[in-house]
Each structure stands twice: as structure tokens, then as C-alpha cells.
């Protein structure tokens, strides 16, 4: 009758053991699925940056335009001016730029390595439950 209580918790454990396997998978073809997206995401941040591209191309020559229309009165003025405006768009761009790098991204890796160490523990505490319910008669 001692060894009912013990079948029971060894059951238990196994069952949370494989539940905890269970999510695990999930959590994984989640974090995969997320990859997917963040491929659709990649896309179109391509074709943004396409944009702003052709946008800025569009300030450049208008910035020249401008230039040149005041080439007889004020042009080292309205040059220093555009000089000035694109390095400090620049300069806002690049330190924007180093921040997000800086982070990088551990997207579910704290989860997933807990749910690890859940299931390594939940087989450890197990494996000895195991041994003591099994019947050695031949």
C-alpha cells in the first residue's frame, strides 16, 4: 500500500515532465514562427529604406536646386546651411543605430532555459522514484 502513494507521484512527475517537454516544443516552433515574421519584417524594411532613400536623393537635389537659385547672391550661405542639416540627420541616424545594435535580441531564450532547467529537474527528482517502485522478482 506504500507503493501506491510513490506510483502516484512517480505518475505525476512524469506527466509534468512531458508537459513540460510539450511546451517546450511549442515555445520553439513559436520562436521559429517569430523568425518567419521577423524575415517579413526584414522585407519591409527594405523597401522603407528603399524609400527613404529615394527620398533623401529628393532633398539632395532639392538642396542643390536651392543652391543653385541663389548661386549669385548666397550660395556658400544655403550650402552651409544643407551641410549642416545632413550631418546632424546623420549624426540622430548613427547614434540611433549604434542604441538598437547595442541591444541585440534574446527573444525567448530566458523562457526556453527555464523550461529546461524545469524539465531537468522534474526528470532528476523522477529517476529515483522510478528506481524505488520497480519490482526486482524475477
Keep these: 500500500m506504500s507503493d501506491a502513494p510513490e506510483g502516484l507521484l512517480a505518475s505525476l512527475r512524469g506527466f509534468a515532465t512531458t508537459a513540460a517537454g510539450l ?14 515574421e521577423a524575415g517579413r519584417i526584414a522585407g519591409l524594411y527594405l523597401w522603407g529604406f528603399a524609400a527613404v532613400l529615394c527620398a533623401v536623393v529628393g532633398v539632395v537635389f532639392f538642396a542643390i536646386f536651392v543652391t543653385v537659385l541663389f548661386w549669385d547672391s548666397h550660395r556658400l550661405l544655403v550650402l552651409g546651411i544643407f551641410s549642416l542639416l545632413f550631418f546632424a540627420v546623420a ?25 529546461q532547467r524545469d524539465e531537468a529537474a522534474l526528470d532528476t527528482s523522477l529517476t529515483p522514484a522510478r528506481n524505488q517502485g520497480q519490482d526486482t522478482r524475477p
Design 91 to 115: 549624426g540622430v541616424a548613427v547614434a540611433a543605430a549604434l542604441r538598437l545594435s547595442r541591444q541585440g535580441s534574446r527573444m525567448f531564450s530566458a523562457s526556453l532555459a527555464e523550461l
Design 23 to 36: 511546451l517546450r516544443t511549442r515555445l520553439e516552433l513559436f520562436r521559429l514562427e517569430v523568425r518567419e
